[in-house]
């Protein structure tokens, strides 16, 4: 018999024996994608060990001294909203992830959750698991790569550092270009969509493009060996394609250079494509809403009550 119960430190031996291998992270958090970890079967083990020793959102699945699975739980940018870090399923039996998610959607609720968001490879076999305890698949992804150091000419294109007071504007920008059931599931209001932001592991820059005082352009970029951007915009494929050149070019320092865009986004994945950048890997996106508990009402009395005719 399994049981879904929080981690003890002992469990690194038996994290590391998974029937002899180290099994894949099904999550795909923004930070981690586009990684090619190369190490040994068991540095990586303890990575993603170390990445949840203290197991304050982690849960396990046991069967006597044998890890079946886990899976870690993390806010993005506020706790009511949290993803999924780390799912790890080492069994065929469908009942173990089942078990995994039903004890971390408890849990992150007790946290403080209002929703939990998924990421996985668009072909991962646990989509039906997921959907099967209310996870709800709402949008399609594509990671693209370009596999060497931007060489780009300088853009003719002109922006300006964000500001704090920029942040209405930029989420004006999200609602117009967002399809109405995205927008439901990560912000629906500005308060939900703050919370919903991911963590891009690495410090980050923005600019925006303004037009008549409206923000109509987003770019967020984020330096190193392997650089990160995000575009979102308004505009015309011209627009897009300077937008583009705009992010490669504070890029060059970077040996390569990431961007996941969604499949409304068609015309950033065009640009891309067409600035060197090849397709490395497509996801699904999930999210489950959760139900806060209603605290039980207070017996009225006679005197208290109020008549209604």
Known sequence: M???RRPLPTDIVALVSFDGKVH???AKPLDRLGTRNRTHALEEALEQWLS??????????????????????????????????????????????????????????RA????????????????????????????????????????????????????????????????????????????????????????????????????????ISHVRTAGGSTGRVTVSAEGGRDTIDDLVRFALSRLKRSANVLCLASEHDGGVGRALLDAGFETDSRYTVLAKRLTKPIAELAKETDKEAVPVS
């Open 24 to 26: 894949p992270n099904e």
């Open 52 to 109: 949840f020793a203290t197991g304050k959102h982690t849960w396990l699945n046991v069967k006597g001294a044998t890890i079946h699975g886990l899976v870690t739980a993390r806010p993005r940018r506020k706790r009511s909203a949290w993803e999924v870090e780390i799912l790890i399923d080492a069994d065929d039996d469908k009942s173990v992830v089942l078990s995994l998610f039903n004890r971390m959607l408890s849990g992150v609720l």
């Open 112 to 215: 403080g959750a209002e929703r939990v968001f998924l990421r996985v490879n668009a072909d991962s076999a646990l989509i039906d698991s997921a959907r099967s305890v209310g996870f709800f698949a709402y949008q399609n992804e594509t990671l693209y790569r370009l596999s060497r150091p931007p060489d780009v000419e300088p853009s003719v294109i002109s922006l300006r550092p964000r500001t704090k007071k920029d942040l209405l504007g930029v989420f004006q920008l999200y609602g117009r270009i967002a399809p109405a059931n995205v927008r439901a599931i990560e912000g629906p209001t500005l308060r939900e969509w703050q919370a919903a932001q991911e963590k891009w592991g690495k410090r980050t820059k923005d600019f925006i493009l303004e037009d008549d005082g409206v923000i």
């Open 2 to 4: 399994t049981s879904a």
